[in-house]
T-cell receptor, first 114, second 112 residues
Framework: GAVVSQHPSRVICKSGTSVKIECRSL??????MFWYRQFPKQSLMLMAT?????????EQGVEKDKFLINHASLTLSTLTVTSAHPEDSSFYICSSGGLRDTQYFGPGTRLTVL | QKEVEQDPGPLSVPEGAIVSLNCTYSNSAFQYFMWYRQYSRKGPELLMY????GNKEDGRFTAQVDKSSKYISLFIRDSQPSDSATYLCAMSAGEYGNKLVFGAGTILRVKS
C-alpha cells in the first residue's frame, strides 16, 4: 500500500500561534488526500477532503478559515491550524486516497496548545 | 441511527483465542469494506480490504461481508498480545476519492 508521512509528529505551541502540518504521499500520486482529527478514545473525525489544484471540501462544522488546507502537488498536502487554542489540541491524521477507496494513513501529529 | 455501528468494547481475550469483531451498517450503497488496526498514538493501518459479499483470508485474519444482512466481520485466529489495538471498520460506496465512513472502533486486549 501507499506510504504516507507526516511532519511534525508532535508539536507544542502557545495559544494564538499558527501551526502547519505536512502530509506527504511518498510512493503514490494522490489527487485526493484527507485530514482527520481524533480525540482520545474516539474514532476518526473527517475534517476535510484535500483536492490537488483546487479548494478543499470541508465537513459540516469545520471552520475553513481556521483550518487552512493547501494541496499544491500530487504528493503534498498541508493543514495549517490558525490562531490555535487549547481546544484545538488533538491528534491530526492525514490519509492518501488509494485504489478503490482504500486510504493509507500517516502516523499522525499530536498537537498540544498551551 | 449511525450509518455504521461498532461495539467499542473493550474486548478482552486470552492469548490463542479466536477473536470476532463486527460492524453493521445501514447504507445499502456501500460496496467496499475495510478493516484498520490502530495502535495507541499511531495512524490506522489497513489490514483487510474486501469488495462485495464473501470471505477473504490473509494469514491469521479473515474478513467476511454479508451484504444481505449489512454485516461485516473480522476474525483473528491464534490471537497474540501484539494484536492488542483498536480495530476500525470502514466502508464506502465506491469511486476514487470517496469518503470512508468509519465505525467507532473496538478496543481489543489479548492477555498473555
Amino acid at each position: 500500500g501507499a506510504v504516507v508521512s507526516q511532519h511534525p509528529s508532535r508539536v507544542i505551541c502557545k495559544s494564538g500561534t499558527s501551526v502547519k502540518i505536512e502530509c506527504r504521499s511518498l510512493d503514490f500520486q494522490a489527487t485526493t488526500m484527507f485530514w482527520y482529527r481524533q480525540f482520545p478514545k474516539q474514532s476518526l473525525m473527517l475534517m476535510a477532503t484535500s483536492n490537488e489544484g483546487s479548494k478543499a471540501t470541508y465537513e459540516q462544522g469545520v471552520e475553513k478559515d481556521k483550518f487552512l488546507i493547501n494541496h499544491a502537488s500530487l504528493t503534498l498536502s498541508t493543514l495549517t491550524v490558525t490562531s490555535a487554542h487549547p481546544e484545538d489540541s488533538s491528534f491530526y491524521i492525514c490519509s492518501s486516497g488509494g485504489l478503490r477507496d482504500t486510504q493509507y494513513f500517516g502516523p499522525g501529529t499530536r498537537l498540544t496548545v498551551l | 441511527q449511525k450509518e455504521v455501528e461498532q461495539d467499542p468494547g473493550p474486548l478482552s481475550v486470552p492469548e490463542g483465542a479466536i477473536v470476532s469483531l463486527n460492524c453493521t451498517y445501514s447504507n445499502s450503497a456501500f460496496q467496499y469494506f475495510m478493516w484498520y488496526r490502530q495502535y495507541s498514538r499511531k495512524g490506522p493501518e489497513l489490514l483487510m480490504y474486501t469488495y462485495s459479499s464473501g470471505n477473504k483470508e490473509d494469514g491469521r485474519f479473515t474478513a467476511q461481508v454479508d451484504k444481505s444482512s449489512k454485516y461485516i466481520s473480522l476474525f483473528i485466529r491464534d490471537s497474540q498480545p501484539s494484536d492488542s489495538a483498536t480495530y476500525l471498520c470502514a466502508m464506502s460506496a465506491g469511486e476514487y476519492g470517496n469518503k470512508l465512513v468509519f465505525g467507532a472502533g473496538t478496543i481489543l486486549r489479548v492477555k498473555s
